[in-house]
């Protein structure tokens, strides 16, 4: 059964934010694992794939809360 942390119903705006967190270490794991190729394949939206992965994971000038709660889940998941 799927959760959610903070419901945007209940929170609002803020609630997307570990929406963004699952979404964004669901990339970090999976990722790696896929060929360049099927990445490619799949791809769908505009530009370049791998560069516009390689700009959603890079951070910004100061970390965000959702940042740092990525980040915190990120090492959990690499230890597991």
Same mark, same amino acid.
């Given at each position: 059964?799927?959760?959610?942390?903070?419901?945007?119903?209940?929170?609002?705006?803020?609630?997307?934010?570990?929406?963004?967190? *699952?979404?964004?270490?669901?990339? *970090?794991?999976?990722?790696?694992?896929?060929?360049?190729?099927v990445?490619?394949?799949?791809?769908?939206?505009?530009?370049?794939?791998h560069?516009?992965?390689?700009?959603?994971?890079?951070?910004?000038?100061?970390?965000?809360?959702?940042?740092?709660?990525?980040?915190?889940?990120?090492?959990?998941?690499?230890?597991?």
């Amino acid at each position: 059964m799927p959760s959610d942390l903070y419901p945007e119903g209940l929170v609002g705006v803020r609630g997307y934010s570990d929406d963004l967190v *699952h979404a964004a270490l669901v990339l *970090h794991r999976t990722l790696p694992a896929l060929s360049p190729e099927v990445l490619a394949d799949c791809w769908r939206g505009e530009g370049d794939v791998h560069q516009v992965v390689e700009e959603i994971r890079q951070p910004g000038p100061r970390p965000s809360p959702a940042r740092r709660l990525f980040e915190r889940f990120r090492g959990w998941a690499d230890a597991g």
